[in-house]
Nanobody
Framework: QVQLVESGGGLVQTGGSLRLSCAVS????????MGWFRQAPGKERKFVAA????????SYAESVEGRFTISRDAAKNTVDRQMLSMKPEDPAFYFC????????????????????WGQGIQVTVSS
């Protein structure tokens, strides 16, 4: 059974940076497609970023393009996301997700494709 644990959330000032990490256990990490989603209170869960099983292809939501970076570390079985230039619209619960198969990143924009989810971690942005 695949388990995902997010870390690194918290409070950051507008314009500041934050790094989230997702530790993956169980399954075959090297074959997993990975993604990050976020959900603000009262709103639906939305795609943020995804990385292919190889780590060579990434995809980002338009709202975070150029500010967020997703990467994976095969040696540590982690997926990290560097968030820069935080904006007032970025606060949310951020979720790490795994699809236990290689897939094209265009397929990773949809939350229903993912097999496993982390508990989520809160990110707050102060002005």
């Amino acid at each position: 059974q695949v388990q995902l644990v997010e870390s690194g959330g918290g409070l950051v000032q507008t314009g500041g940076s934050l790094r989230l990490s997702c530790a993956v256990s169980g399954g075959s990490f090297s074959m997993m497609s990975m993604g990050w989603f976020r959900q603000a209170p009262g709103k639906e869960r939305k795609f943020v970023a995804a990385v292919s099983w190889s780590g060579q292809v990434t995809s980002y939501a338009e709202s975070v393009e150029g500010r967020f970076t997703i990467s994976r570390d095969a040696a540590k079985n982690t997926v990290d996301r560097q968030m820069l230039s935080m904006k007032p619209e970025d606060p949310a619960f951020y979720f790490c997700a795994a699809w236990d198969r290689p897939a094209h990143t265009r397929m990773l924009l949809t939350s229903s494709r993912y097999d496993s989810w982390g508990q989520g971690i809160q990110v707050t942005v102060s002005s």
